[in-house]
């Protein structure tokens, strides 16, 4: 006798177990309703072979025939469609909740007051349509839940096809997936740029360049500089080649990164501060025209549009990330930046920001903010390194204004 080998033995319960799955679909689309009238269907059929009854047997045929008109329901020609529109899709968390605009088409089948559901996020808003004839429209206007700070994948719409007694229910996804866009909460800050260097637009950088804009001074001619240069009515008085020499002028640059490991901060919501520190921070830097590079572990920007700023800051999440190992990469990444912003909780090492902080240039300002919302308020200085802590956003001018100084 031969035996089978276990791949045949496999395929076997791999072709049962698709068997099986098939037969039993049809009966997850019953609602509690239908089950209890598939077993009142059963039941009286049993009765009614067994007692020879011919009510039961009526009862039988009615209830299981109620069941088939489901199904027949279910098979209908004509989905519904349904089309999303969200607006406003971006705004700053804490502002009035968005408005969502739901058309419905209906399909070749009318549609008896069916429920919608649009998910948001991680909740839902369900709804309950009026009668829809076939082929209508419909427009239903839907109040949102107000959501924190994130990007929430709104839709797509579901739709549960219900037979007009109740007894089988399917449900579609119809719509595209849009995006909700939930900006921190931001403080316009009026102060930021003092004592820091700008670019063409503000004041001159402290190195020397033989060829730019603005003038700093007189120099004594060294073989090799350029004759252009030399200044001659000041050679004709001094008696020997003197040449000018100028600052040089450059583009200002930013750097603010946001320490998104989870364990650098003992609260949640000190993650949330230190998202809101940072992104106010770079809004007020592109404002006063700097270019600006503002990171959160994968998620980055760079340059001089608020927008860009903002909708990065939404993607931000605290996680599992190697803090240190993307300061490295963003030093790498950036060059020529007059000032780095390290925003992060009270757990953080003040070692290991002063680390991060040298792998950028030498020249550049170093600042460290920490959100702490159960601190004091307080500036100090670290070594090469400045440190904030700031409690609140409220604090955050203030006391920003004092560590620039």
């Not at 950028?360 to 300002?365: I, N």
Request: aromatic share 6%.
């Amino acid at each position: 006798m031969s035996r089978r080998s276990p791949s045949s033995s496999t395929a076997a319960r791999g072709r049962f177990v698709r068997l099986l799955s098939a037969v039993l679909a049809p009966l997850r689309m019953l609602t509690p309703l239908g089950v209890s009238v598939l077993l009142l269907g059963i039941a009286a059929t049993v009765l009614a072979v067994l007692l020879n009854w011919q009510e039961f047997t009526q009862l039988g045929v009615v209830a299981l025939g109620l069941l088939v008109l489901g199904f027949v329901w279910q098979v209908l020609p004509g989905t519904p469609v349904a089309e999303l529109v969200v607006r406003p899709s971006r705004l700053v968390e804490g502002a009035a909740a968005p408005i969502a605009t739901l058309e419905v088409h209906a399909g070749a089948a009318p549609m008896l007051f069916p429920k919608v559901t649009l998910p948001v996020g991680g909740r839902s808003v369900s709804l309950r349509l009026p009668f829809l004839a076939p082929f209508a429209r419909h427009r239903e206007t839907v109040q949102l839940p107000s959501m924190p700070r994130g990007v929430h994948a709104v839709g797509p719409v579901t739709y549960e096809k219900t037979d007009p007694v109740g007894l089988v229910t399917r449900r579609f996804r119809t719509g595209a997936v849009l995006e909700l866009l939930v900006a921190p909460r931001v403080t316009d800050l009026s102060v930021f740029a003092g004592g820091l260097t700008n670019d063409l637009d503000g004041a001159t950088s402290q190195q020397l360049s033989m060829s730019d804009l603005a003038f700093h001074a007189l120099r004594e001619y060294v073989p090799g500089d350029d004759l252009r240069h030399v200044h001659w009515r000041s050679s004709a008085k001094a008696g020997q080649l003197l040449v000018r020499q100028y600052h040089e002028t450059r583009r200002g640059h930013v750097t603010v990164l946001v320490d998104g490991a989870r364990s650098s901060y003992p609260r949640l919501r000190d993650f949330e501060l230190a998202v809101s520190v940072a992104t106010s921070i770079a809004l007020r830097a592109v404002r006063d025209d700097f270019d600006t590079y503002l990171r959160c572990g994968q998620h980055l920007a760079r340059g001089r549009q608020a927008v860009a700023m903002t909708e990065v800051a939404c993607r931000f999440v605290a996680g599992e990330d190697d803090y240190l190992a993307q300061a490295a990469d963003a030093a790498d990444g950036v060059t020529g930046t007059g000032l780095v912003v390290q925003v992060t909780g009270a757990a953080r090492d003040l070692v290991q920001l002063d680390g991060a902080a040298h792998r950028f240039d030498r020249s550049a300002d170093w600042i460290v903010v920490r959100a702490d919302s159960e601190a004091e308020p307080r500036l100090r200085d670290s070594g090469s390194l400045r440190e904030i802590s700031v409690p609140d956003l409220a604090r955050l001018q203030e006391l920003l204004a004092r560590g620039m100084r």
